[in-house]
């Protein structure tokens, strides 16, 4: 009885153990390939519980979403010569499992075929522009000419490449430095360039600051000189409207400015005889010289 409920007991184990592997589970992000002794049988992509001979066959499952290669930095010489180290990534799917299979097995294979057809590509497409053109808004176009380059060749594989994208595109050190060099030697040329443009206008500017001083000093001094001149003749004719009115009081007030110029310094010595003309109005109020006729 004991026996019997044991091989009752291994049937049932055997039973669930062929049962549960008959069944298989395709999540929505997976595509699976049924393979029978090693070769692929059915393709299934669609989600859902599926059956299999049990022992047989066994599933390989593949990832439907978009995938990321990160390639390593390579590189390329442009057409006009110029190094560049190139660091580039592409994104991919895999559409169609079994010829994927049957060409590189697995992601891991798939990483290593498309590390190749990337790094020909980026050759074959930035070999032909200046490197200038790689650094510029032309990028964009350059990266559509290498994922269709990269696209044709990876359909052979099962494999749909969504996009190709350069994370970073630099030079190599060695051309940098000189490069770099060369930058700050332009650099430098130009500076002295503006500085020797701006001494110029500089002295151009003093030049015709210089010149405008003179030119309105000599007007000024004209304007003055015309302004003394007829300051002189406007005091002549005052002199002379006095002289004519009271010539006697005239005469004492041109004396009196002679006696202020003549002796205004405090260390003045003069030795003259007091009865000359010069002394007139020392000896009398009214300017008569000894021995002269009373005025009238």
Do not use: C
């Not at 590189?104 to 590390?115: D, I, K, P, T, Y």
């Not at 990028?139 to 594989?157: H, I, W």
């Amino acid at each position: 009885m004991n026996r019997v409920l044991v091989i009752a007991v291994g049937v049932v184990v055997v039973a669930a153990i062929a049962l549960m592997s008959t069944f298989f589970t395709v999540q929505q992000t997976e595509q699976v390939l049924v393979l029978q002794f090693g070769e692929p049988k059915r393709t299934i992509k669609e989600p859902g519980l599926y059956a299999k001979i049990p022992l047989i066959q066994n599933v390989v499952s593949f990832d439907k979403r978009v995938l990321i290669y990160d390639g390593v930095a390579e590189e390329i010489i442009a057409s006009d010569q110029k190094r560049l180290v190139v660091d580039a990534f592409l994104r991919y799917q895999i559409v169609d499992p079994l010829k994927f299979y049957q060409a590189v097995g697995n992601e891991f294979g798939a990483r290593s075929r498309l590390a190749a057809m990337l790094n020909s590509s980026m050759r074959s497409v930035l070999g032909e522009v200046p490197l200038s053109a790689v650094l510029s808004a032309e990028r964009s176009k350059l990266m559509r000419q290498t994922a269709e380059l990269v696209n044709r060749e990876a359909k052979e594989f099962g494999i749909n490449v969504v996009d190709v994208r350069i994370k970073r595109a630099d030079l190599p050190d060695a051309n940098a430095q000189a490069i770099y060099g060369r930058m700050k030697a332009e650099r430098e040329r130009e500076a002295k360039e503006f500085r020797a443009q701006g001494a110029e206008q500089a002295q151009l500017i003093r030049a015709n600051a210089d010149r405008g001083k003179t030119v309105l000093l000599a007007e000024a001094h004209r304007k003055a000189q015309i302004l003394r001149g007829e300051g002189d003749g406007e005091r002549n004719r005052i002199f002379a409207e006095a002289y004519g009115k009271d010539p006697e009081f005239f005469a004492f007030y041109r004396s009196m400015q002679a006696y202020a110029e003549a002796l205004g310094g405090g260390d003045t010595t003069m030795i003259l005889n007091p009865d000359t003309e010069f002394f007139r109005y020392f000896n009398d109020l009214r300017g008569r010289l000894p021995g002269a006729t009373n005025p009238k």
